[in-house]
């Protein structure tokens, strides 16, 4: 195989600094602990999981592994769409190894996955894919209309058998509901923002501080 045809990575992404790595997991933790002993999470317990159960213990229930970050292109090694394209853009390369500050805006959780929304800056949109939204369009048809960097998150964890790449695809979800309108039903004000409720058993922890987390724009080969 030509050493041009290997050269790309798994993904390209920003990668958080290990420090803030532990502080974003504490959080995450915090958040789900809290949320599983709430009377509004309770009520909606059969809309989170088939199973009959009672409870749910939500930090045994995703898994989460591998280093904390926001893919910015998935490149499979050159085998996606898109990604020797991507590779050669200027901003790529220019900023390739260079450190930024993640604004983390909220959390959400599903029955599949637990995530981070990023909140990008127009910098940062600047190492955007112009069709990351787009490319979940067949799965949430109201990507197409969110605006550019919609999908951008940081996965916290996935229930058993479900692929990260779920996590942008959940948090679009939310976008697109509150886009159409629906603001979710406000279940309560919690030490770190207001959380809401979109049915569905899809929760949203909107940050009163968001969380600034530093990042070092790189790549995986895996
Ligand atoms: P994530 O960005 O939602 O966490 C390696 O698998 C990384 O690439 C993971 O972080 C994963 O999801 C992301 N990923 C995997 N397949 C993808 C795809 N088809 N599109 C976008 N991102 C993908």
């Not at 029955?111 to 067949?138: F, H, I, N």
């Not at 996590?167 to 770190?192: K, N, R, S, W, Y």
Request: aromatic share 10%.
């Amino acid at each position: 195989v030509p050493l041009e045809e290997t050269s790309l990575p798994l993904f390209f992404g920003w990668f958080l600094l290990p420090g803030i790595q532990d502080k974003v997991r504490c959080t995450s933790m915090d958040f789900l602990k809290t949320l599983d002993t709430l009377e509004a999470f309770k009520k909606h317990l059969p809309d989170f999981t088939v199973e009959a159960e009672k409870e749910v213990d939500l930090e045994q229930y995703f898994q989460a592994n591998g280093a904390l970050h926001c893919t910015t292109k998935f490149c499979d090694y050159g085998k996606a769409e898109g990604s020797k394209e991507y590779a050669d853009k200027s901003a790529v390369k220019e900023l390739y190894g260079s450190a930024f500050e993640l604004s983390l805006s909220a959390l959400f959780v599903t029955p599949r996955t637990v995530g981070a929304r990023v909140s990008l800056s127009e910098d940062q949109l600047t190492l955007w894919p112009a069709d990351a939204e787009k490319e979940a369009v067949p799965l949430v048809p109201a990507a197409a209309t969110l605006p550019v960097g919609s999908r951008a998150h940081i996965t916290l964890g996935c229930a058993e058998g479900v692929e990260p790449q779920q996590t942008g695809f959940d948090l679009l979800e939310i976008l697109a509901l509150q886009q159409e309108g629906q603001e979710g039903e406000l279940v309560e004000e919690m030490e770190l923002g207001s959380l809401a409720y979109y049915g569905k058993g899809r929760w949203l922890l909107s940050l009163r501080e968001p969380v600034s987390a530093q990042a070092c724009f790189s790549s995986l080969y895996g």
